[in-house]
């Protein structure tokens, strides 16, 4: 390996030049030159990149993407942890959550009080926080290689803890929310994942890094120690992506693909890490947002659909970092130099702001009128900057928001399949409202794909319809996701040995996922074969202990077996991860009669009944017991 101080004295000539203005020979319209578009060559992370760009990631690293992904330590908190400020209740379920530390360790407290009592506590381990801390922290923990995001974010513009995005309105889904692929291929650098299960990582990376907005960087780290040097004021070196040597698309695309929030329908055959920088987003993804009859309301990270919708980014083709130097945080760039580009084409401003104060005319502050901060509709308790560049409007739209379709950002030539698609995960993803699916009625008769198809009928729950169409296909190498809504229909209709097949064929496919797991012990338990039953919930526990269904379920296995203290043991972990877990209860109330007797059980329909007082069934079953 090369010395440090051997690569140093060419830092200077292959460094990235941002604003660099492209004219360079045979620059940005032969952009699929580019050789590290090859797939054979490597990502090898941001410490080699450092050792001659040192100066560069001294800078970014102090900026969102740099801030984007972190361990959760204190330094990289954001939050305020005052008792009086650091607790959020969840009015939908009865839940509180209290942030605070341990010592050097981040744990969130889920807890319920029933007459000023805890009637359930649990604590969970954060692992790392998501997020710059510009706009929010979020939280992510790690069981056992699964990753998942806890259910409170703080806020760090209001200075407030409140649930997360996605988790209010009773969609708590509590410390069970999947991170998978999608997600943090834009907050992070590129992980290594077990491709058993969907959301099982090998290696996660802290931060975005170099090689996200350059490409892969090994045959460029190549180049270097064998002393192939590139003039970069005068050439453009095609061992590596300097995004300002990239043709206008180009530029964007890197941009979009994770400054365009919406919904990704992936091209055949392409995952969310296929894309490299050098490419057209449109050869990986087509990227879908909600069209509302009111253009003021904006998402989070729409940065690039929102310029796009400007007379300035029409008639001038704007791309990202014709006023952003990604190296740099914003916090760090004077406001100047973004009104310095507006100014570039728009040199006559005081003749054309003559009703203004003379202030306002002398300051030049374009952005500040132009480019206002809104609130986002998607993340609460957040200002951003609108990047639809207008003139703004003195009158009030009073008018009722209505939805009215989804739009492909970038591509226009998108087929019906891909629309379709997009329809489909918008529903499942963002908006369960029956208008969704009714936008499909014409266009889904056009769709020949059966997968496609079955996944309509699916989220329709027509089951029988997808029997049939299945059995008149006769088609049986399916993905993950038919299999198993193939098997949950065959299961909703009663026909338990068809329904194994599939969920076993699911299963087959990504061996490590706890949802197919459990899907294929239950089946085998409505067949009446414990012992196989019995032994997938047992492998579900060696993946995660935490898991409430395999814990409840299992302990009912124990309990049929007569091992009542096992069972019991089993029912009350189950019942301590989730208290509002029914079946867990009721089995429970058995176990305890049967050891315990009647007034054991009573006692724990009194418990139960603590969390939901007015719960007529369990009223009904404590009179039966009496009786």
């Known amino acids: 390996m090369t010395k440090v101080s051997y690569i140093l004295p060419f830092a200077i000539m292959a460094m990235v030049t941002v604003f660099y203005t492209c004219t360079k020979e045979n620059s940005s319209p032969k952009t699929r030159q580019y ?63 209290q942030a605070s530390w341990k010592q050097d360790t981040l744990v969130f407290t889920e807890f319920r009080l029933f007459e000023g009592d805890t009637i359930h506590k649990r604590q969970e381990q954060i692992d790392y926080i998501i997020g710059s801390g510009q706009h929010t922290n979020s939280h992510l923990l790690e069981v056992e290689g699964f990753l998942y995001q806890a259910p409170i974010t703080f806020y760090t513009q209001k200075g407030l803890w409140d649930l997360a995005p996605g988790f209010e309105n009773g969609y708590n889904t509590r410390f069970s929310r999947y991170i998978g692929k999608e997600c943090m291929t834009c907050h992070n650098a590129l992980p290594t994942m077990d491709s058993n299960a969907l959301h099982l990582y090998d290696k996660i990376p802290l931060g975005i890094d170099c090689e996200r907005c350059h490409g892969p960087g090994q045959l460029h780290v190549q180049n270097m120690i064998a002393e192939k040097i590139i003039d970069t004021s005068k050439y453009v070196d095609y061992s590596i992506v300097n995004p300002s040597d990239l043709a206008m698309d180009y530029q964007n695309s890197l941009c979009q693909r994770c400054h365009l929030q919406g919904v990704s329908v992936l091209k055949e055959g392409k995952d969310f890490d296929d894309f490299r920088p050098g490419m057209l987003l449109e050869e990986i ?50 406001e100047k130099s973004y009104n310095k580009t507006c100014q570039s084409c728009h040199s006559n401003y005081s003749s054309n702001h003559e009703n203004l104060e003379i202030s306002t005319i002398q300051s030049q502050d374009c952005i500040s009128c132009h480019m206002t901060q809104s609130g986002s509709i998607d993340i609460p308790h957040v200002a951003v900057t609108d990047h639809y560049i207008r003139i703004p409007s003195t009158q009030e739209d009073k008018s009722k928001k209505f939805f009215q379709g989804l739009v492909c950002i970038n591509n226009a030539s998108a087929d019906n399949l891909s629309k379709v698609k997009a329809y489909l995960a918008y529903y499942q993803k963002y908006d369960k409202q029956s208008y969704v699916l009714d936008s499909l009625e014409v266009l889904i008769e056009s769709i020949e794909d059966l997968s496609v198809q079955i996944e309509y009928l699916f989220l329709t729950k027509d089951y029988e319809s997808i029997v049939l169409l299945h059995e008149k296909s006769m088609k049986e190498n399916y993905n993950h996701w038919t299999n198993y809504r193939i098997a949950e229909s065959y299961f909703a209709l009663g026909a338990f040995n068809r329904a194994l097949i599939y969920f076993r064929q699911a299963l087959a496919l990504l061996p490590k996922h706890i949802d197919y797991v459990n899907k294929v012990a239950l089946t085998y338990f409505k067949l009446g074969n414990n012992i196989d039953a019995e032994k997938n919930y047992r492998y579900s526990l060696s993946l995660n202990s935490s898991d409430v269904i395999a814990n409840c379920n299992l302990g009912y296995i124990e309990m049929m077996k007569g091992n009542l203290l096992a069972a019991e043991t089993l029912l009350q972990r189950s019942i301590k991860l989730d208290p509002d877990y029914r079946l867990a209860w009721e089995n429970l109330l058995q176990v305890r009669y049967r050891l315990y007797g009647k007034y054991k059980a009573l006692d724990t329909a009194d418990e139960f009944l603590k969390h939901h007082p007015d719960d007529i069934k369990m009223k009904k079953i404590k009179q039966k017991i009496n009786g």
Not at 56 to 81: D, I, P, R
Not at 301 to 316: D, I, P, Q
Request: one cysteine or more; aromatic letters at 10%; proline letters at 3%.
């Open 35 to 97: 050789l590290n578009l090859d797939p054979t060559v490597k990502y090898v992370g941001k410490q080699k990149c450092i050792q001659c760009h040192s100066d560069v990631w001294h800078t970014f690293q102090h900026t969102g993407m740099g801030l984007s992904f972190g361990e959760a330590t204190k330094s990289k908190s954001k939050a305020n942890y005052h008792h009086s400020q650091n607790t959020v209740y969840d009015s939908s379920l009865n839940l509180y959550y």
């Open 285 to 334: 993804m087509d990227v879908y947002m909600p069209s509302f009859s009111k253009q003021n309301d904006l998402i989070m990270a729409s940065h690039v659909e929102r310029l796009k919708m400007s007379k300035c980014f029409k008639s001038n083709q704007l791309s990202c970092i014709s006023c952003h130097n990604p190296h740099i945080s914003v916090k760090d760039t004077d």
